[in-house]
């Protein structure tokens, strides 16, 4: 467990295990705390985690005004020449995700895997406006509740867990949804993902990729993926049925069979 200043800003990040480095990026709303029921999973295969509280996240010091998505990547690249890693293989989810891509087409030799789950290689309109939604419902904490968290999940895993659903309710109206600091937090960053877009940067990414996609993912829609998919030299992609947004949470034992068997496996495969 560390920190490191980036441009004045305290940034907190975990090194986790030994071995090959895997970079692990959050979700908008998550931390690196959000991890810990997966660190053991992540770790075998011989891989050392880092974890990273991005910019106005988690215990990473608050931003005094607005940035650019981009700039993420750029304090993950002093991130990286702090430690002294070369090249890692990255996994990140949703806004983790956007931040993969911004580094992996402005540093891609520090990028040797991608895992881009959830993920979209621009805001457009409609999203735009669902951060927009998010934001104007701050100061209210059912009514942020009930505008960001019941469209991340899909309607089986409503059914499915439907009292863990109640107790999570419960949790995040009293405490997160209740803090004007982390509200103020989210809303920086939610306007910080209106800046990104890598559509036409895409065919710069030149490591192994795979993209993981739901079929009931209502804030980045599998057409979304596909655009990757086709935009990303060899990427492979992988679709879960009857799953949503945070398709890790929902499918986590698939989820991280897919994602670790790829990280883990270093020597292509030619078929005759």
């Not at 980036?6 to 986790?16: C, D, I, T």
């Not at 890692?88 to 983790?96: C, E, K």
């Not at 059914?159 to 004007?180: E, I, S, V, Y």
Request: glycine content about 6%.
């Amino acid at each position: 467990m560390g920190s490191f200043i980036f441009r004045g800003k305290a940034v907190h990040y975990e090194l986790v295990g030994e071995g090959r480095p895997l970079l692990l990026l959050n979700g908008i709303m998550m931390s690196t705390k959000s991890w810990t029921p997966f660190l053991e999973a992540f770790r075998r295969g011989g891989n050392q985690l880092l974890l990273v509280d991005l910019l106005d996240q988690g215990q990473s010091q608050a931003m005094d005004g607005e940035f650019e998505l981009a700039l993420q990547a750029e304090m993950l690249k002093a991130l990286l020449d702090e430690l002294s890693i070369e090249s890692t293989a990255i996994f990140g989810t949703s806004y983790g995700g956007e931040v993969a891509l911004n580094l992996a087409v402005t540093h891609p030799e520090k990028v040797n895997k991608l895992v881009l789950a959830n993920t979209v290689a621009r805001t457009n309109a409609w999203l735009k406006e669902i951060g927009q939604a998010w934001n104007l419902a701050a100061g209210n904490p059912e009514a942020y509740y009930a505008t960001t968290i019941p469209v991340i999940y899909s309607p089986d895993f409503y059914d499915r867990k439907a009292d863990w659903m109640d107790r999570r309710k419960q949790l995040l109206t009293t405490t997160a949804f209740a803090n004007p600091d982390f509200l103020s937090r989210m809303a920086r960053l939610t306007r910080s993902a209106e800046s990104h877009d890598v559509t036409g940067r895409l065919h710069l990414i030149d490591c192994p990729t795979l993209i993981i996609s739901s079929t009931q993912d209502h804030i980045t829609p599998l057409e979304e993926q596909d655009y990757l998919r086709e935009h990303i030299k060899d990427a492979s992609h992988v679709i879960f049925p009857k799953t949503g947004h945070a398709a890790f949470y929902e499918r986590p034992d698939a989820f991280v069979s897919v994602m670790m068997g790829f990280i883990n496996h270093q020597h292509r495969i030619t078929v005759m």
